[in-house]
């Protein structure tokens, strides 16, 4: 337990997946005077009779998680060989045995060890709580006849956009590395790489943070802009965190990212998506948002023609 709460502590996701009586696993949590795990270190669970297949899809689902970014570890053979054989993109640990030997059963797994930690990483568990209020309000407001706007406006929003800070080094590079889904070319860049490119005179590093009324949830967007001749500009990067999407925030940074180009001169913006297995989620992202196709694949975006605010979208922007 004290390993696997350092393992929570230093940036990773636990999530419980027990065939058992809900009451009883509560009552171990809370009254169990060895229990170091408590129910606040658990992103989700999912506690009942049903197949942990099932379960585990389920809480890929709430998580907004690729299967492929779950350990599944138990100590039945039983339940380890369902896993393996449903969902073989999980990665399955079995307990040993021994009991002496169980502490160290996930020390050799290259994929726990890290280099560097951000804020985000160390705030982790407690954002992805905050998400799972947001999905009560989402439910609360539904169930009152309320639409999705309603929801979103509910929410309060506040983005925060800034460009080329040195500061976020960390948070930028990891995001490049581990953002997946909304990702509009999922190119890969280490600290040293983005340091680069914030110091050159022909980049752009645009970055932002988004709160709403169940608290922040740090840094969660990038965009990199290339300058060149002309007038014109070329987005090199577009992502975005898998936490915050649904509430629009990409088209506000977006909005917010063409503002201050225009405001540089640039009066175009070009763009390529670059599709992989991964990344469908942004497959229409630039059509839907002023973006026109050209013959050999990519984007334009005439930056003089569209207005770059969107009075529809219930985010309050500040910077960059």
């Known amino acids: 337990q004290k390993r696997v709460l350092g393992l929570q502590q230093r940036g990773f996701i636990l999530a419980m997946c027990s065939k058992n009586n809900e009451a009883d696993v509560d009552e171990v949590m809370e009254q169990h005077p060895h229990q170091l795990l408590k129910a606040q270190n658990f992103a989700a669970r999912r506690v009942n009779w049903q197949p942990k297949p099932d379960n585990m899809k389920a809480l890929a689902q709430e998580l907004n998680l690729g299967l492929d970014s779950f350990i599944f570890v138990d100590d039945s053979d039983y339940e ?25 059963c996930l020390d050799h797994l290259a ?12 705030a ?22 309320g639409s999705i706007d309603d929801y979103l406006r509910s929410l309060d929003m506040r983005m925060t956009i800034a460009r080329d800070d040195l500061q976020q080094l960390a948070r930028l590079a990891q995001m490049t590395q581990k953002t997946n889904q909304f990702n509009l070319t999922t190119r890969r860049y280490s600290e040293k790489d983005i340091a680069s490119m914030i110091e050159a005179d022909d980049r752009f ?22 300058r060149e001749e002309g007038g014109r500009a070329q987005l090199d990067t577009f992502l975005m965190s898998c936490r915050v999407i649904g509430r629009r925030a990409e088209e506000a940074f977006l909005d917010g990212v063409r503002r201050d180009l225009k405001a540089r001169g640039i009066t175009q913006l070009g763009a390529r998506y670059l599709p992989t297995e991964k990344n469908m989620p942004i497959a229409d992202f630039l059509p839907r948002n002023d973006f026109t196709e050209q013959a050999d694949g990519s984007y334009i975006c005439d930056l003089a023609e569209i207005n770059t605010s969107k009075e529809d979208v219930p985010i309050a922007v500040q910077g960059p």
Do not use: W
């Open 80 to 104: 380890c060989n369902a896993i393996r054989h449903a969902l073989p993109q999980v990665e399955v640990v079995q307990v040993p045995a021994k009991p002496v030997e169980i502490p160290g």
């Open 124 to 145: 982790k568990t407690a954002m992805y709580r905050q998400e799972a209020k947001r999905r009560s309000k989402l439910a609360a407001v539904t169930a009152a006849s």
């Open 205 to 226: 590093v645009y970055h932002f943070s988004l709160a709403d009324i169940f608290g922040d949830s740090g840094v969660v967007g990038l965009a990199i802009v290339s």
């Open 111 to 122: 994929r726990l060890e890290i280099t560097s930690l951000t804020a985000e990483d160390l």
